[in-house]
């Protein structure tokens, strides 16, 4: 048995576990070599394989702060394991401590208050689940296998986000555990600094063991289109996108994607999304999708939960993933001749490049109110570079990198729940943008030993 030492730089085992921490826990102590193990340790980006040297498993806040006061009273560094569908595998560690807090999967939802309590095990599938029951939701992630805790606390780009703001706009409180094992609660009237910091300031100040959000009506079915273009039809695309976005309603998103279609090639797609009265609809997807020579045009309707799991076989987890994101408020001829050149050399067919519309709500939003630095931006971009063959790593990582150095001088900051693995300090810093000065005084008041430091840290 370890006690009294500074482990930081020590790989731990089950065995520097006091075996009065090890009393105390519902959970269990996981070691490699078990199934159990095994699981948590399986990632979303299938690039990603780290061996930490014991996984926790915490079934509620009191197994939380028991680890967490025994990692502060031995300046334990640990990870922290949630819905591990993080690109950059921040969910793991190599031979160190794991907090695996997936299990704790508990959703409450009070349909005359219209909100809702989440643990920090819950992805989006199962958010949807609890309240399309009393036709309510919030803005979630695009795709629904993603875990509530990571995205929220990042900031939360999401289908909804012009009609009801980031997932981080609807958090109205929170529950966490911080180094040390004290239980603070956040939200407008208790700790508002550490509520604002948990809008974006991603997961640098503790453990947080519930998610209080406020929920808002939606029982209408989601009116979609989809329009497919040749490759070489993008300029004339992007003309059309630049218009319908200036004049789009808040009920309505747009992307445009730059991707490989079986049988078809390389393709241009417009894809919208209509959240308002459906009776409107229509003419309003035809007035996107409707325009020039589409080789497909697919309208329909479909139920939110349904629309919400749209696109998980795509984005399947156990791919290899590796990605670049930022901000654009321009879609200059320049940039999109830089996307161009650049993906007729993409080098896996399965890579998807989007634009996606921001503002509507996320900018009528006061900047104040969270940590996320972007919500002035026209645009979202994500470059998610996805194959098969570990042999295809080097071409793959390189060929993404090399498109961000071609388009980086056009973006306004990056997005720190998209940053990859490897990534320089600067960019961790731009992710946080104007907030990082703000965020570091948090990060000194709630982890000053920075013990939460497998995230896009903060120190």
């Not at 394989?49 to 502060?72: F, M, N």
Request: net charge negative; proline share 4%; charged share 20%.
């Amino acid at each position: 048995m370890t006690t009294d030492l500074d482990l930081a730089s020590q790989s731990i085992t089950a065995e520097s576990l006091p075996s009065t921490l090890v009393r105390n826990l519902r959970g269990q102590v996981l070691e490699p070599g078990t199934a159990e193990y095994e699981r948590v340790c399986t990632l979303y980006n299938g690039m990603i394989t780290k061996s930490p040297g014991v996984v926790i498993q915490c079934l509620g806040p009191a197994d939380v702060a028991e680890v967490l006061r025994w990692a502060d009273d031995n300046s334990v560094p640990f990870a922290v394991r949630a819905g591990g569908h993080n690109v950059a595998g921040n969910a793991l560690n190599d031979g160190g401590l794991v907090l695996d807090v997936s299990s704790m999967k508990g959703a409450h939802v009070d349909p005359s208050g219209r909100t809702i309590r989440v643990q920090p095990g819950v992805n989006w599938g199962e958010f949807d689940r609890e309240t399309q029951g009393f036709g309510l939701t919030t803005t979630g992630g695009n795709i629904s296998s993603t875990g509530v805790a990571g995205l929220t606390l990042g900031g939360g780009i999401g289908w909804l986000m012009r009609k009801h703001g980031l997932a981080c706009d609807s958090l109205i409180g929170a529950d966490l555990i911080t180094p040390g094992g004290h239980h603070v609660r956040a939200d407008q009237d208790s700790n508002p600094e550490l509520l604002w910091g948990l809008r974006g300031g991603g997961g640098n100040f503790g453990v947080v063991t519930a998610f209080d959000f406020e929920l808002h009506e939606y029982t209408t079915p989601v009116t979609i289109g989809v329009a497919t273009y040749p490759v070489d039809a993008l300029g004339e695309v992007i003309g059309h996108y630049r218009q319908q976005t200036r004049e789009a309603d808040d009920d309505l998103i747009i992307a445009i994607n730059l991707l490989t279609i079986p049988g078809q090639g390389p393709s241009v797609t417009l894809f919208s999304a209509w959240f308002g009265n459906p009776e409107e609809g229509a003419k309003v997807i035809n007035s996107v999708v409707g325009f020039g020579h589409p080789t497909n045009v697919t309208q329909k309707q479909m139920a939110y939960r349904d629309f919400h799991c749209m696109f998980d076989k795509t984005f399947a987890s156990g791919q290899r993933n590796y990605w670049k994101s930022g901000f654009f408020n321009e879609l200059t001829e320049d940039l999109i001749g830089e996307l161009a050149k650049h993906f007729a050399a993409v080098p896996s067919q399965r890579t998807v490049l989007a634009v996606e519309q921001m503002g509507g709500a996320i900018t009528r939003i006061p900047e104040s109110s969270a940590a996320f630095p972007h919500r002035a931006s026209a645009f979202s971009f994500l470059a998610t570079s996805m194959w098969q063959d570990p042999a295809d790593d080097q071409k793959n990582v390189s060929w993404t990198r090399d498109l961000w150095s071609g388009i980086e001088r056009y973006t306004t900051g990056v997005y720190s729940n998209f940053l990859s693995a490897g990534e320089a300090a600067t960019q961790v810093v731009d992710s946080y943008g104007a907030s990082f000065e703000r965020l570091t005084t948090l990060k000194k008041q709630y982890d000053p030993k920075n013990l939460l430091r497998y995230n896009q840290n903060i120190s």
